[in-house]
């Protein structure tokens, strides 16, 4: 069945968001956070070693534990994307090279994982009511790396 002119709105709209989600924290903008997830949105970063609260509290715990990357990237793809209404579901692939000064040399490490969102529209367009991110895979992650508190 062909998607109605709302639908493919609502699918560009909701990539943009996810888009400019990895686009804040690749730029380390952890305020412009508050245009892509909801003031209530609970965020779950625990299942790769990171935090588990509100939105305030996961920008503050961006800001402590981001500072020990020198770079890395948050690219996403294959949104699957269950929209009812004024609510949706996504499930989307990310793969996270991060580059960390380990004893003066570069350091490399990739993360894959997916984001598990529910997402709400709210008069200022679609925002994540709840993120959870699932781990699929991590590859050269230095075992005594640790997030500060």
């Not at 625990?46 to 939105?55: C, Q, V």
């Not at 609510?87 to 990310?94: E, L, P, Y």
């Not at 993360?111 to 679609?126: H, I, P, S």
Request: charged share 25%; aromatic share 8%; glycine share 6%.
């Amino acid at each position: 069945m062909p998607l109605s002119l709302q639908e493919i709105s609502d699918r560009i709209e909701i990539q943009e968001l996810l888009v400019r989600y990895s686009h804040c924290i690749d730029t380390r903008n952890f305020d412009g956070l508050d245009d892509v997830f909801t003031p209530d949105a609970h965020i779950d970063y625990t299942a790769l070693g990171g935090s588990k609260g509100t939105l305030a509290e996961t920008k503050a715990f961006l800001g402590r534990s981001m500072v020990m990357f020198k770079s890395f990237q948050h690219m996403i793809a294959n949104t699957v994307l269950e929209i009812d209404g004024d609510r949706a579901r996504a499930r989307t692939i990310c793969h996270n090279p991060m580059v960390m000064d380990r004893n003066g040399k570069e350091h490399v490490f990739v993360c894959g994982l997916w984001y598990v969102d529910e997402l709400v529209r709210t008069k200022a367009g679609w925002r994540i009511a709840q993120r959870v991110e699932e781990r699929c895979y991590v590859e050269n992650m230095p075992s005594d790396l640790r997030p500060p508190v």
